[in-house]
């Protein structure tokens, strides 16, 4: 994984030690109104910053890809990640810190983390799962590309009642 800049923001690959840094972020209720729900502890987060380190499923068929957002400032103010899969397949996700919203940062971000998607790991298919409620993720989806998915590819990937799938294609064959 390399580090990622754009204009305002550096990806970092996550480690471990990043963890303490982002239990503060995590810890910001608005972020979980729709998805998740917040770390349990640093200790927990650091573990599973620890075992993400590895980039790979257990079974090794899929790449996990995560990075930290990184202002100029230095400040950490959410993640972006990537589980990439067979078939140039890979979901997305995000989060950040809710005093951050509303000034396109996450748009940089996961448009930066899609170039490197596509370019270094040879991913030409996108999806990413959200809860149908959550209109503000969908409008970031939708304006970085992505539309809702067919019922025969929420049945396909298993999408839970109040979720949707949205996808993007970017140069497939």
Request: net charge neutral; proline share 3%.
């Amino acid at each position: 994984m390399r580090v990622i800049r754009t204009g305002r923001l550096t990806l970092e690959p996550q480690i471990a030690a990043h963890a303490e840094e982002m239990f503060v972020v995590l810890s910001d209720p608005a972020i979980y109104e729709y998805e998740n729900k917040a770390p349990l502890s640093l200790e927990w987060l650091r573990t599973r910053f620890t075992k993400l380190e590895t980039r790979r499923s257990a079974d090794g068929r899929e790449q996990w890809l995560n990075w930290v957002i990184r202002l100029p400032t230095s400040e950490l103010i959410g993640y972006v990640q990537a589980t990439v899969r067979p078939e140039e397949r890979a979901a997305i996700a995000y989060e950040l810190s809710s005093a951050y919203w509303g000034r396109g940062l996450a748009r940089d971000a996961v448009e930066a983390m899609i170039s490197e998607l596509v370019q270094h790991y040879g991913v030409c298919r996108l999806f990413a799962v959200l809860k149908g409620e959550n209109v503000r993720s969908m409008r970031l989806l939708e304006r970085l590309g992505f539309s809702l998915a067919s019922p025969e590819q929420h049945v396909t990937h298993r999408v839970e009642l109040g979720e949707v799938l949205m996808r993007r294609e970017v140069g497939c064959k």
